[in-house]
């Protein structure tokens, strides 16, 4: 039983390029979640999804970043026109129940994209 | 305000020596859970433990244990007879009941990176 995938593990991109992170959840898991981490920072909540829907984004940059969670394939990350400051790695997890953290249910995160804008 | 507070930024101690980490916590909610979660240098999250508001236990498992104390809203976490492969980030993190807005998500402190030195 795979874990949460995460790809790329590490990706460049230029000043103003687009960015694609993906995220594979666990089997049979239909909630995500994605998280920041600036360098000597800890992790920052930006999205909740369920498949299909965008649950919560009240953590998400009101610009360039958006969230998918399509009924088939992975949940998608996607940051438009790069700026340095996007430089981290973006974690998410998955649950098979909502609200996992609270409900004390399986909660599991992937190993991270780092994201290096130069 | 929600928010997780780990003073100490790094600590370095030689194998063997006992090493406890700071985390203190602040929630309006009178029901919460808190969290401590390793990185180590491969980057992966790693759940240790959870807690809720109401369990005061002190909790032991191996060289790992746990002192949550809802006085001083403080959850340390002690690391007996280190070991080289202790090495890593912990992070502290909570998530509340009544979400204060967070939908129960978690809320990061920025972490202690902890060496340890053979």
């Known amino acids: 039983n795979a874990g949460v995938m995460q790809n790329p593990r590490h990706l460049v991109r230029r000043r103003g390029q687009e960015a694609r992170l993906r995220c594979s959840p666990m089997?049979?898991?239909?909630?995500v979640y994605w998280y920041r981490q600036l360098p000597e920072e800890g992790l920052k909540f930006m999205v909740y999804l369920q498949k299909e829907n965008i649950i919560d984004e009240s953590g998400m940059p009101k610009e360039r970043f958006s969230a998918e969670f399509p009924k088939e394939g992975p949940s998608i990350l996607r940051i438009q026109q790069v700026v340095r400051g996007d430089s981290a790695a973006y974690f998410c997890a998955s649950s098979l129940l909502p609200e996992p953290w609270v409900m004390n249910t399986e909660a599991f995160f992937g190993q991270g994209t780092r994201l290096t804008v130069v | 305000a929600q928010k997780v507070t780990q003073a100490q930024t790094e600590i370095s101690v030689v194998e063997k020596e006992d090493v406890t980490l700071d985390c203190v916590y602040e929630?309006?909610?009178?029901?919460?859970?808190l969290f401590w979660y390793k990185q180590p240098p491969s980057g992966e999250l790693v759940f240790l433990i959870r807690?809720?508001?109401?369990?005061?236990q002190n909790e032991i498992s191996g060289r790992y244990s746990w002192n949550f104390q809802k006085s001083t809203s403080s959850f340390n976490f002690t690391i007996t007879a280190s070991q080289v492969v202790d090495s890593a980030v912990y992070f502290c993190a909570l998530s509340e009941a009544n979400y204060g807005g967070s939908q129960g998500n978690l809320i990061f402190g920025k972490g202690t990176k902890l060496s340890v030195k053979p």
């Open positions: 929630t309006r909610d009178t029901t919460y859970y």
């Open positions: 807690r809720n508001s109401f369990d005061e």
């Open positions: 089997k049979g898991h239909s909630h």
